[in-house]
């Protein structure tokens, strides 16, 4: 599958958006509307796979390698970890691809879709003085750059947002105070009460089992009468 993913992909993103919007136009004899989005989205959706692949393979490896340590499966190492820190290297790309796409719409025009550009060209068609189309294209013209340089402005937004207020922060590590060392460091209470109670699996320093050497060199039953 993977093999073939990587074909696909490839050949949508080798092949000119207006041939292929051509062969589906002619070969599959479709609507006008049908072929015209089957074009745009062959073409622009293996671009967007290809983000979509960087996008995941910029995250540090060391994510990928600490989700399957927790067993996550790989479904899980996608959706929870992968692609919402790959989401801030693709954002701006995406954006920017709207662009191309929104450009490409005008393609519609030479197989009679009746999109933004026909219009101009049906309105053209109506006037009755010399050279009418460059009133027309003077009106479209600015409407087209005008929604390009909205998407693009919109992008760097995204993209300045991004790098200065990352959602990911650093966490706050508490400074150390004195007497929270661990217990049993540094001569603290061990585990099982305030005095330092018995600890698991042994005693305390100051117990004596029988047979044991008291302090001083005495015997258990040294003194005794």
Not at 185 to 200: I, L, N, T
């Amino acid at each position: 599958m993977r093999w073939l993913a990587t074909l696909l992909v490839v050949f949508f993103r080798a092949m000119p958006v207006l041939v292929m919007i051509f062969f589906v136009f002619v070969a599959l004899k479709l609507q006008p509307l049908p072929a015209l989005v089957t074009g745009l989205t062959l073409y622009n959706g293996s671009v967007l796979a290809e983000v979509f692949r960087t996008g995941v393979n910029s995250v540090d490896r060391g994510q990928r390698e600490a989700a399957y340590s927790l067993a996550m499966r790989k479904t899980h190492v996608m959706s929870h970890v992968l692609v919402p820190q790959g989401v801030r290297a693709m954002l701006p790309a995406i954006i920017s691809q709207l662009v191309v796409a929104l450009k490409d719409t005008a393609l519609g025009f030479l197989i009679t879709y009746e999109e933004f550009l026909q219009a101009g060209k049906l309105i053209a068609g109506n006037l009755d003085y010399d050279l009418p189309f460059i009133p027309v294209v003077l009106i479209i013209s600015p409407i087209y750059i005008g929604m390009c340089m909205l998407l693009s402005w919109f992008a760097n937004w995204v993209a300045e947002r991004q790098r200065r207020n990352p959602k990911v922060g650093a966490a706050e590590v508490a400074e150390a105070k004195p007497g929270t060392l661990l217990p049993g460091v540094g001569g603290g209470p061990a585990p099982g009460g305030p005095g330092g109670g018995s600890r698991p699996g042994g005693s305390r320093s100051g117990d004596l089992r029988p047979g044991d050497p008291r302090p001083g060199g005495g015997s258990p039953g040294a003194g005794r009468p």
